[in-house]
């Protein structure tokens, strides 16, 4: 595993950097963390290559990998060579999968400048990029040299995106922690303790991840969620509405995912009140109408966790716990979406 640093960046950079001979160093960054975050670590560079994308999980394809190898060639990075990725869960894992694939891979290092990438994209190792339309449906896994956490950047962060990364917190402490759950639950957003939730999250993660680092089994828990999650993401990338943020759709898939869960009698009643009203009064209602349905559905079927055709989902067994490789049908996830736009309450 990684070593993950959670350390005024100030502190931890220079020191990370002088305890390696790098040949050469480049950050890569996107409109937003070159503005809000990039000028409070110039000071702490060496002579650098900076690569600028735009933000946005659109940009996260191939192209915007061959412009960042592009640039890594012309500059004559070698084999020696590091990459800082400054940014959210976008930058860590298309920066981190370029690192590991340019020249069979160089040293890279995240840097996570959002509550999501704080809490989650940026510990173990997964990275890769979307695929005409499928999220991270092309990359590797490979272990970051380090990661370099300052809780001062969620402070440049507007409501919507805390919120958004505020998912991933949920879903450790549902699968991980229901003495956390039950804590975080009786609190509003504006409530909570972030540096504490940073910390916790990270050591969930660590956890699992080290266990299974490559998602053979336990690792698949830290997928609640993400399976019709992910296919509301990605569906809502296609149409011309209101954008969804990750932490926005993993809140639906909590949701929809629970009352699965419920239905096949792994939790109770109780639990899934309690998931329904916390996501609802976070997130409010994304206004998923009949027609939705199917379409979602069918991207269910590209889930990384499937095997052949069967969906396999990961579900909460009870509070702070969870299992995986459970079978779903397209009927089940039919009657999760509709519990979650409230067709169906039974």
Known sequence: MSTVTIAPIAES???????????????????????????????????????????????????????????????????????????????????GFCAATYKRGIAFAQLPTTLLSQVDASVGGKLGIDFRGFKNHIGVFKQPDTVLIDPVFLTTLPERELRSGFAEVIKHCLIADATMWDEIRRRDLDEQDWAALVAH????????????????????????????????????????????????????????????????KMIDENLLTQIEEYMFAVYGNVRLTDADTEPILALTLQDKKNRGNQVRMALLDGPGSCTFDVSVTAGEMRRGLEFYRGVNKN
Not at 62 to 81: P, Y
Not at 221 to 229: D, M, R, V, Y
């Open 13 to 95: 950079l220079p020191a990370f950097l002088e305890s390696y001979d790098f040949s050469a160093v480049a950050i890569i960054a996107d409109n937003h963390t070159f503005r809000f975050c990039y000028p409070d670590l110039k000071a702490f560079l060496p002579k650098h290559t900076l690569v600028r994308i735009k933000a946005g999980e659109e940009q996260k394809h191939i192209a915007t990998c061959e412009m960042i190898w592009d640039a890594l060639t012309r500059a004559n990075f070698d084999r020696h060579a590091l990459v800082l990725n400054l940014g959210g869960g976008v930058i860590g894992d298309m920066g």
């Open 201 to 264: 999250s990270v050591a969930v993660k660590q956890r699992v991840v080290e266990q299974d680092p490559t998602e053979k089994g336990l690792r698949k828990i830290l997928n609640f969620g993400h399976t019709l999650g992910h296919a509301v993401e990605t569906y809502y990338l296609t149409q011309p509405r209101k954008r969804l943020l990750h932490g926005e759709a993993i809140a639906v898939g909590m949701v929809a995912e629970a009352y699965i869960a419920f239905h096949k």
